[in-house]
């Protein structure tokens, strides 16, 4: 049964329009009004305007602001600092829609199929809220039910993104973000299809069922639908809560943190794309609960041992074999000095797994160094002409930026030479590709193309 508010469709892409239209009208005179006067656009009054013209929306384009100011190459510091501010936890819908949304999934009755369900929303997002309930065989649910008319904000979102990438292009061509547009589309409607996620959710039990430091919740299916999953609830604390604990603690968290992205990629090729403090918690003993599973990203076989060949171009000074590397990702006509300056920032990514000793993710001023290696990776990439990154590279960068932001977080001190050497010891092509397929198949995964 569908919900009615899904039908006016129309109407919800008009007024998306108008709201981040006026204020991206207003941004777009202010850039080229300082072209005009012969000055340069004021960045940091530009990134205000950016995050006027998307903080009001509650939806995707939230989610995307947050994926873009995780990427500290793709966007200036003042952009970045501006959307960081975006809170994706926004207000929950009231009763009243909760049970107009719940009817349309499950029928009239479906108070029946609970022994309680709470009235109020125990986490709201950019595309849904989670509801606490309590089966009747007294197990404890989360419900997580997509808002209404999802799949027409998505549409109108991509299509203000890409308006909004026009505008920055015009501006700085150190990257062209259009395959970045395209990936973005791809995943956000992804998430959207409930059951995929729960899919995904059964994929990530089976990769990591022999890891006792990562849990995955398991999904209810009588009680779920394309836009709502229910699974069982994971009790756990907010990562920051551990951060005062002692190294032991810290370290332990790190570690099941590491094994819960790395594992599934270099055994499977599979990546969670979406690093977020609200998308896993943690339990006392230092395990890891995964909760979300809507933005997923598979990568070919070739495209993980390229992973493992730049490593080792790097630690080698194989300027061959990075070549061969960026090429194998989709980087073409490459000069050798857009090379070194590709080749700064993943020395830069790389640095903790180059040495063989315990050692903080970043031992130099925080994160103020790394926003001066992107800045200065930026500069370059802008001298040098631009670059266009393979579409694969939002959620890869992404998932390294977040996860290295957890570790400062932790302040974990952990040998990461070790941990990455026994992921990739004795990695061979051809068995992951076996492995993934078939893997793949089982869980109703599409093979990547």
């Given amino acids: 049964m569908a919900d009615n508010s899904d039908n006016a ?43 006027e013209a998307l903080g009001g929306l509650k939806g995707p384009l939230m989610k ?10 793709l966007l200036p510091a003042e952009y970045t600092a501006e959307l960081v501010q975006l809170q994706t936890n926004a207000p929950s819908m009231g009763w009243a829609f909760v049970k107009r949304r719940m009817a349309s999934e499950l029928g009239p009755d479906w108070q029946d ?14 595309l849904g809220q989670v509801h606490r309930a309590v089966g009747h065989d007294g197990l404890d649910l989360a419900c997580k039910l997509q808002y209404p008319a999802m799949a027409s904000a998505v549409e109108a979102d991509l299509r203000q993104l890409k308006l909004i990438f026009a505008l920055y292009r015009r501006y700085d061509r150190a990257i062209d973000p259009s395959e970045i547009h395209a990936e973005l589309s791809d995943r956000l409607h992804e998430e959207l299809d409930y059951r995929r996620e729960a899919d995904n959710m059964a994929l990530y039990a089976h990769m990591l069922k022999d890891d006792p430091g990562v849990i995955v919740p398991q999904t209810v299916p009588e009680l779920s639908t394309d836009r709502l999953l229910t699974m069982n609830w994971l009790e756990g604390a907010p990562l920051m809560s551990f951060v005062d604990d002692g190294r032991a603690a810290r370290n332990a968290v790190a570690m099941n943190m590491f094994h819960a992205w790395y594992l599934p990629f ?9 690093p977020h403090l609200g998308n896993y918690s943690v339990r006392p003993n230092g395990a890891v609960n995964l909760v979300d599973f809507g933005c997923i990203r598979v990568f070919k076989p070739s495209f993980v041992r390229a992973v493992i060949d730049l490593y080792r171009a790097l630690c080698d000074e194989d300027q061959d074999l990075a070549v061969s590397a960026y090429e194998t990702w989709g980087f073409t006509d490459l000069s050798l000095e857009m090379i070194e300056v590709l080749n700064h920032w993943a020395r830069f990514i790389y640095a903790p797994l180059m040495e063989d000793r315990e050692r903080r993710i970043q031992e130099t001023e925080g994160g103020v160094y790394g926003a001066r290696v992107a800045g200065k990776v930026h500069r370059e990439l802008r001298r040098l002409g631009g670059v266009t990154p393979p579409r694969e590279f939002v959620l890869m960068d992404r998932a390294a930026i977040g996860l290295g932001s957890v570790f400062l977080h932790l302040k974990a001190e952990i040998n990461w030479y070790k941990l990455f050497h026994n992921l990739i010891g004795g990695f061979d092509e051809k068995a992951l590709a076996k492995r993934q397929k078939k893997t793949l198949i089982k869980f109703n995964i599409p093979l990547p193309e």
Avoid: E, W
């Avoid at 995307?64 to 190459?73: E, F, M, S």
């Avoid at 199929?113 to 997002?125: E, H, I, L, T």
């Avoid at 270099?266 to 979406?274: F, K, L, S, T």
């Fill in 64 to 73: 995307v602001a947050q994926i873009l100011a995780t990427v500290p190459d």
């Fill in 266 to 274: 270099y055994n499977y090729g599979v990546i969670h794309g979406d």
């Fill in 113 to 126: 199929a609970f022994a309680s369900f709470d009235r109020q929303a125990a986490a709201a997002a950019s």
């Fill in 9 to 51: 469709s129309l109407g919800g892409r008009v007024k998306r329009y108008a709201r981040v239209g006026a204020a991206m009208g207003g941004m777009a005179a202010r850039m080229a009004g300082g072209r005009v006067m012969g000055l340069d656009a004021d960045q940091a009054a530009i990134a205000t305007a950016l995050k």
